[in-house]
C-alpha cells in the first residue's frame, strides 16, 4: 500500500523557520522524483520545490528561491523541506508528491500538513 505522510508543519511566527517531512513506504521510493506543493483554500495547488530521483537536481518557484530548500534521503525514504524566513504568504496546506514517468506513469500525493505563518 503505498503511502506519504507528510508532518513537520505548525504555527510559526513572520522569520522563522519550519522542516517538513515526508515519509514514503508502498513503492521504490528511489526511483521517483519528489515534490512538495501547497494550497491555499479557494486556489489552486501550486508547485514549491522539485528534486530528482537521485537529488541531483532541485528546482523552486520564485516566490521561495533562497528561503526554502528541498532535499531527499533515499536510505530513509524521506523527502524534506526546509523552509526559512517565513512570510504570511507562506500559510497553506503543503502536500509532497511522488511522480514516475516512463511507459507507465504514476502519481501519489500524501494527506498534507498545515503550515502556519502568523504573529
Known amino acids: 500500500q503505498v503511502q506519504l505522510v507528510e508532518s513537520g508543519g505548525g504555527l510559526v511566527q513572520p522569520g522563522g523557520s519550519l522542516r517538513l517531512s515526508c515519509a514514503a513506504s508502498g513503492f521504490t521510493f528511489s526511483s521517483y522524483g519528489m515534490s512538495w506543493y501547497r494550497q491555499v483554500a479557494g486556489k489552486e495547488r501550486e508547485l514549491v520545490a522539485g528534486?530528482?530521483?537521485?537529488?541531483?537536481?532541485?528546482n523552486y518557484a520564485d516566490s521561495v528561491k533562497g528561503r526554502f530548500t528541498i532535499s531527499r534521503d533515499n536510505a530513509k525514504n524521506t523527502v524534506y523541506l526546509q523552509m526559512n524566513s517565513l512570510k504570511p504568504e507562506d500559510t497553506a496546506v503543503y502536500y509532497c508528491?511522488?511522480?514516475?514517468?516512463?511507459?507507465?506513469?504514476?502519481?501519489?500525493w500524501g494527506q498534507g500538513t498545515q503550515v502556519t505563518v502568523s504573529s
Open positions: 508528491k511522488a511522480v514516475r514517468r516512463g511507459v507507465l506513469s504514476y502519481d501519489y
Open positions: 528534486i530528482t530521483s537521485d537529488g541531483g537536481v532541485t
